[in-house]
């Protein structure tokens, strides 16, 4: 009964973990399975860049990195890579997105914590 408990735990324990170190996909490119040629099919951006890319895309500034733009530090797993692979894929609003006063409350301190200041080096919290 132990052996089972056992064996249930660590099959529990690799599902969760092969879950979790996925990358996840955006607009249909996936981290590490994807490479440049998708990016230019599915977007039509990159044409040019061999290393990395920045492109502005509906309301999102994008960042992605391809394995040719790895340093020499991770040569080892630039060998083990399809060409081109995406590596990394950074998206950020451009927008300015609406925030609920109630959040703005509870991460913010108080305005009478806070000294007035003639420039940011002398800026302090009480």
């Known amino acids: 009964m132990r ?4 064996l249930l735990l660590l099959l529990l324990i690799a599902v969760v ?3 979790v170190s996925t990358a996840k996909a955006w607009r249909g ?5 994807s490479t440049r040629a998708d990016v230019i099919r599915l977007l ?3 044409v040019n ?9 509906e309301s999102e500034e994008v960042h992605i990195l391809f394995s040719g733009g790895l340093s020499d530090d991770f040569a080892d797993c630039m060998t083990r890579l399809t060409p081109e692979t995406v590596i990394f ?3 950020r609003p451009i927008k300015n997105t609406k925030v609920s006063k ?3 409350k509870t991460a913010l301190p108080p305005t009478s914590t806070i000294n007035h ?3 940011l080096s002398s800026c302090s919290i009480l």
Not at 51 to 57: D, G, Q, S, V
């Open 3 to 6: 052996k089972a408990g056992r």
């Open 17 to 19: 973990w092969a879950r």
């Open 29 to 33: 490119i996936e981290p590490l399975h």
């Open 44 to 46: 039509n951006q990159c």
């Open 49 to 57: 860049e061999r290393e990395a890319c920045e492109f502005t895309i």
């Open 89 to 91: 894929i950074e998206s």
């Open 102 to 104: 109630s959040l703005l």
């Open 117 to 119: 200041c003639s420039s």
